[in-house]
């Protein structure tokens, strides 16, 4: 399945990378690859909430697939990048997405946990040498740009406590926030299994607004 054309439409940009060390085995039948997790339907199921809940009209079918140097990543406002403890990036995609993030766009990083910190932490090095990595609360206002989120702790596990953090232009949190980094959560997995019952309810709501806020402060900043 390839990449629908540009129209104008809020359309899910989901980033593609070569994965640390190979496909890590199989996942769903295939070479696990790692930045594929849940696709298409975690997209495609918060589009459907975007849809629903906001005045955006976005792609509602899933999403296009990118690698951070593409040109055509410019023209997406919002990126999605899962599994960053196993990103590992070309320097032509260390200088794409400084220079998408320079250029306005916002991204977000999900589902990893423990020690996946070190690698996405050192690849995040590279793209921005200088960066600060700045532990967000429930006051900052991408928490508060649709829905108001008062707490942050859901999905808690045996995999550790969920943390937010921000990346933020300038190294200035008074500016726009550049990343947002889900650490020890995998609000995807939510977003991908929440027509099954697989998933508790409230959470995946949680989840879900969470989504929804992501994309509404990156459209608006």
Not at 86 to 114: C, H, M, Q, T
Not at 136 to 158: R, V, W, Y
Not at 196 to 211: D, F, I, K, R, S
Request: proline share 7%; charged share 25%; hydrophobic share 40%.
């Amino acid at each position: 399945m390839g990449n629908v054309p540009y129209d104008g439409r809020f359309t899910f940009a989901r980033i593609r990378f070569k994965t640390l060390g190979g496909p890590q085995g199989w996942f769903e039948g295939h070479p696990d690859v790692k930045w594929d997790h849940d696709f298409p339907r975690a997209e495609r199921h918060l589009m459907h909430i975007m849809a629903d809940v906001t005045l955006l009209r976005p792609y509602l079918e899933g999403g296009n697939i990118f690698t951070l140097d593409d040109p055509e990543l410019m023209k997406y406002p919002v990126a999605y990048l899962c599994e960053p403890g196993f990103w590992d990036p070309s320097e032509a995609e260390v200088l794409g997405l400084r220079n998408y993030l320079a250029k306005g766009g916002f991204i977000i990083f999900d589902d990893f946990f423990g020690g996946h910190w070190y690698n996405f932490e050192t690849q995040m090095r590279k793209v921005l040498p200088q960066a600060r990595l700045v532990p967000l609360d429930a006051s900052h206002p991408i928490f508060d740009s649709f829905f108001h989120i008062e707490q942050l702790d859901f999905g808690a596990d045996q995999r550790g406590r969920p943390q937010y953090y921000g990346i933020f232009e300038d190294n200035d949190p008074a500016k726009r926030l550049v990343a947002v980094v889900n650490y020890n959560n995998d609000i995807g997995e939510y977003w991908e299994w929440s027509d099954t019952g697989m998933m508790p309810v409230e959470p995946t709501n949680e989840a879900y607004q969470l989504g929804v806020n992501y994309v509404v402060y990156g459209m608006t900043h």
